[in-house]
């Protein structure tokens, strides 16, 4: 079973520009998670998908992140125009929906750069 | 709201030592108890996770860690680590409810020398 996948797995950008993350999750994973882990902090939730409807997105730091999840498969997260201080680690995790299993399955990130 | 804390942001232990990652969190509703390793240039991989049942949870790589609902803690152990267990190291919780979103921990570095 192949697990979350993430692309890119590194992004260098200069600020003002834009940039799409995209995720994977294991197939038949209803729920779908981004995290940002900045710099030397911790690992922070941005939003949370149930299919293609976003059930929380508290975490979302402003209006420059949109994130997206058409016909409840992979996720995109737009960043435009990315700031400094987008720069870390994006993460994405899926989890399923049957009562019981709550394990996220994580993906190994991508590191965005913002110069 | 939920809030974890690790007390220590880097551990140096020599090899076949044992260690302990400590982990406090704060809650007022119940929650599920997870520790996440980070190997250098990898994702999180679960190590272990308390839900109900034993306070005292085994996981992967022979690491163990135990549930204290009274002192509200969730310390990681291990009785002798390699080389190979020099890793980041995340607590976390997740509330029963509302979509089981992930509060972590601000990590631990595990530097485990020769």
């Known amino acids: 079973e192949a697990g979350v996948t993430q692309f890119p797995s590194h992004s260098v950008i200069e600020k003002g520009q834009t940039v799409t993350l995209r995720c994977d999750p294991i197939s038949g994973h209803d729920n779908l998670y981004w995290y940002r882990r900045v710099m030397g902090k911790e690992i922070k939730f941005l939003l949370h998908?149930?299919?293609?409807?976003?059930?929380?997105e508290s975490g979302m730091p402003n209006n420059r992140f949109l994130a997206e999840r058409t016909g409840g498969t992979y996720s995109t997260l737009k960043v435009q125009p990315a700031e400094l201080e987008d720069s870390g680690v994006y993460f994405c995790?899926?989890?399923?929906?049957?009562?019981?299993?709550?394990?996220?399955?994580f993906g190994p990130g991508t590191r965005l750069t913002v110069t | 709201a939920q809030s974890v804390t690790q007390l220590d942001s880097q551990v140096p232990v020599f090899e076949e030592a044992p260690v302990e990652l400590r982990c406090n969190y704060s809650?007022?509703?119940?929650?599920?108890l997870f520790w996440y390793v980070q190997y250098p240039n990898q994702g999180l991989q679960l190590l272990l996770k308390?839900?109900?049942?034993?306070?005292l949870v085994k996981g992967i790589n022979g690491f163990e860690a135990e549930f204290n609902k009274s002192q509200t803690s969730f310390h990681l152990r291990k009785p002798s680590v390699h080389i190979s267990d020099t890793a980041e190291y995340f607590c976390?919780?997740?509330?029963?409810?509302?979509?089981?979103?992930?509060?972590f921990g601000a990590g631990t570095r595990l530097f485990v020398k020769a």
């Open positions: 809650s007022s509703v119940s929650v599920y």
């Open positions: 998908f149930v299919k293609e409807s976003k059930q929380d």
């Open positions: 308390y839900l109900s049942g034993s306070t």
């Open positions: 976390a919780v997740s509330n029963l409810t509302g979509g089981f979103k992930t509060i």
């Open positions: 995790a899926s989890s399923s929906q049957r009562p019981g299993l709550h394990e996220q399955y």
